[in-house]
């Protein structure tokens, strides 16, 4: 079965820092990865999606990340962080085939900016 | 505007009282999909519905129910709910064929149940 996996449940950085969060997942085919961005009392945003193509996808508010098909994975980067983007961030992968289009989150890495 | 809605946002309640957490698209979508979400677990599917009339088991199906008999609602049954299942619970939706597609979410339902 799919799993992914989010390397740090709290990940705190100064203002103006580059942000690192990493994903990686386990299907031997690559599946559809996502990342998804949930700020206090609200639901999930899209943050950026890789499905196929270019490898480097850029999403919303600066950020970016890049499929690594050898390392399985798909770690989301941001080069400076700004106070706003605290919030809860989950890497989420989808199979490329099959009946249900479930969505296998990871467990979600609490996103922490210090001024 | 294109959206999920779910209602209630917020409900307490007691155990073994039935509850129904309501799920309704505007987007004409096929899949609709439940999911919870507990600390330190990420988000767990429930129930998932490939279209009307088309439901299926989840991950964590155990203690909950759904229907599908209109294609925008997708609603979420706790028939005895207990306090396990205590959560915060959200609905999602995409166009049928579509996996490559981000999933629409709603805003959440938190749920405690005492």
């Known amino acids: 079965a799919q799993s992914v996996t989010q390397l740090g449940s709290h990940v705190s950085v100064s203002e103006g820092a580059l942000v690192l969060l990493r994903c990686n997942y386990s299907?031997?085919?690559?599946?559809?990865l996502f990342w998804y961005v949930q700020y206090p009392n609200q639901g999930l945003q899209l943050l950026l999606k890789?499905?196929?193509?270019?490898?480097l996808v850029k999403g919303i508010n600066g950020f970016e990340a890049e499929f690594k098909k050898s390392e399985t994975s798909f770690h989301l980067t941001k080069p400076s962080a700004h106070m706003s983007d605290a919030a809860e961030y989950f890497c989420?992968?989808?199979?490329?085939?099959?009946?249900?289009?479930?969505?296998?989150f990871g467990k979600g890495t609490l996103l922490t900016v210090n001024p | 505007e294109a959206q999920v809605t779910q209602n209630p946002r917020y409900l307490i309640t007691v155990t073994g009282k039935k509850l129904t957490v309501t799920c309704s698209q505007n987007?004409?979508?096929?899949?609709m999909s439940w999911y919870r979400q507990d600390p330190g677990l990420g988000l767990r599917q429930i129930y998932y519905s490939m279209n009307v009339e088309v439901t299926d088991k989840g991950d964590v199906p155990e203690g909950y129910k759904v229907s599908r008999k209109e294609k925008r609602n997708f609603p979420l049954i706790l028939e005895s709910p207990s306090p396990n299942q205590t959560s915060l619970y959200f609905c999602?939706?995409?166009?049928?064929?579509?996996?490559?597609?981000?999933?629409?979410f709603g805003d959440g339902t938190r749920l405690s149940i005492l």
């Open positions: 299907s031997s085919v690559p599946p559809y």
């Open positions: 999602a939706s995409s166009f049928e064929g579509a996996r490559n597609q981000p999933q629409h």
């Open positions: 987007m004409n979508h096929e899949y």
């Open positions: 989420a992968a989808i199979n490329s085939g099959g009946s249900n289009y479930k969505l296998t």
């Open positions: 890789y499905t196929t193509g270019a490898t």
